[in-house]
């Protein structure tokens, strides 16, 4: 996105603003429903917490990992939907930490569900070498290289405009927006093909692990059969994280159409892009899973019992 389409977003914000029922009605569905994904994404890290079981599967491991990211992620996000609601602008000194870790923790998702794919082929297709292949030395080392990659991916927008802007650029105020403090046509170009390499490699590894588990489900392995409607699955959340590459482009067209709903477009684009994919994964990682769900179960028992038996 050029200077000027990111200024255009900037002014359009400014001149178009909700109603103050529209904008309350939606910062507070925001905020239900954020704080209701942490909520239930809380309860799952105190399982996964609890039980030694799940510290040495990488599988769990890499479900852990995409959970606190997602918790991190929805915890920020909201902030900023609330920030441009309440205070429209503020300084680029405070906008820039909070858009530095959106963009990581989102970018973390697709490349976290790419290796969970990986991690179910080598189970269903690999099983004699999974013990040796899926270490849980090398589950961290991954998620390591997943922040690494991020990291990778937008520490090269500060570190321009750290050097393109003037002094006291971050101590302007401006709408927190990616576009609007990582200004530079350049950034806007180095955003879009690191986008279109995370497309190709993230649905790479999706196609190839589906196409390779869904051969092995042909001999009516059960485990076959569930770990291919998982990476299916795995398909459907990684299409939802997907969106947020084309939501630029997608924003930017929306602006010059219906100019008077930026705000509504916006909100809809956060919603499916940055919403959708974290109310999914509690429920396919795991309220499905047979094993979890087994000991979250227990613990939700156990913790009730507590209560009845301290009120009795």
């Given at each position: 996105?050029?200077?000027?389409?990111?200024?255009?977003?900037?002014?359009?914000?400014?001149?178009?603003?909700?109603?103050?029922?529209?904008?309350?009605?939606?910062?507070?569905?925001?905020?239900?429903?954020?704080?209701?994904?942490?909520?239930?994404?809380?309860?799952?890290?105190?399982?996964?917490?609890?039980?030694?079981?799940?510290?040495?599967?990488?599988?769990?491991?890499?479900?852990?990992?995409?959970?606190?990211?997602?918790?991190?992620?929805?915890?920020?996000?909201?902030?900023?939907?609330?920030?441009s609601y309440t205070l429209r602008a503020?300084?680029?000194?405070?906008?820039?930490?909070?858009?530095?870790?959106?963009?990581?923790?989102?970018?973390?998702?697709?490349?976290?569900?790419?290796?969970?794919?990986?991690?179910?082929?080598?189970?269903?297709?690999?099983?004699?070498?999974?013990?040796?292949?899926?270490?849980?030395?090398?589950?961290?080392?991954?998620?390591?290289?997943?922040?690494?990659?991020?990291?990778?991916?937008?520490?090269?927008?500060?570190?321009?405009?750290?050097?393109?802007?003037?002094?006291?650029?971050?101590?302007?105020?401006?709408?927190?927006?990616?576009?609007?403090?990582?200004?530079?046509?350049?950034?806007?170009?180095?955003?879009?093909?690191?986008?279109?390499?995370?497309?190709?490699?993230?649905?790479?590894?999706?196609?190839?692990?589906?196409?390779?588990?869904?051969?092995?489900?042909?001999?009516?392995?059960?485990?076959?059969?569930?770990?291919?409607?998982?990476?299916?699955?795995?398909?459907?959340?990684?299409?939802?994280?997907?969106?947020?590459?084309?939501?630029?482009?997608?924003?930017?067209?929306?602006?010059?159409?219906?100019?008077?709903?930026?705000?509504?477009?916006?909100?809809?684009?956060?919603?499916?892009?940055?919403?959708?994919?974290?109310?999914?994964?509690?429920?396919?990682?795991?309220?499905?899973?047979?094993?979890?769900?087994?000991?979250?179960?227990?613990?939700?028992?156990?913790?009730?019992?507590?209560?009845?038996?301290q009120s009795g």
């Open positions: 996105m050029s200077d000027g389409a990111a200024s255009a977003n900037a002014s359009a914000a400014i001149q178009y603003r909700d109603s103050l029922g529209k904008a309350v009605a939606k910062n507070v569905l925001v905020l239900v429903i954020g704080l209701s994904i942490n909520c239930v994404n809380v309860g799952l890290m105190y399982t996964f917490s609890k039980h030694q079981i799940f510290y040495s599967n990488p599988r769990y491991i890499l479900f852990c990992h995409l959970i606190v990211n997602d918790m991190i992620q929805m915890s920020v996000t909201v902030v900023l939907l609330v920030v503020i300084r680029a000194w405070a906008c820039a930490p909070l858009i530095l870790l959106a963009v990581i923790t989102t970018e973390n998702t697709p490349l976290n569900l790419a290796c969970m794919a990986a991690e179910c082929y080598v189970a269903v297709c690999l099983p004699l070498h999974r013990a040796r292949i899926c270490t849980v030395r090398r589950t961290l080392v991954l998620v390591a290289v997943i922040w690494t990659a991020s990291l990778v991916s937008i520490l090269p927008d500060l570190l321009v405009t750290l050097l393109v802007q003037p002094p006291d650029f971050f101590s302007s105020k401006m709408v927190c927006l990616r576009e609007t403090i990582f200004a530079s046509p350049i950034l806007a170009q180095k955003r879009d093909i690191t986008y279109i390499v995370y497309l190709v490699l993230v649905w790479s590894v999706i196609f190839f692990t589906y196409f390779k588990i869904l051969f092995a489900a042909r001999t009516a392995s059960k485990d076959a059969r569930k770990a291919r409607r998982t990476v299916v699955l795995h398909g459907v959340q990684v299409l939802l994280c997907m969106t947020m590459y084309v939501t630029p482009a997608l924003r930017e067209a929306l602006l010059r159409w219906f100019p008077e709903n930026i705000y509504d477009s916006m909100f809809a684009c956060y919603v499916v892009a940055q919403v959708l994919p974290r109310a999914i994964s509690p429920i396919v990682y795991g309220v499905r899973d047979k094993c979890f769900r087994g000991y979250l179960q227990r613990d939700l028992l156990c913790r009730n019992k507590n209560r009845q038996e």
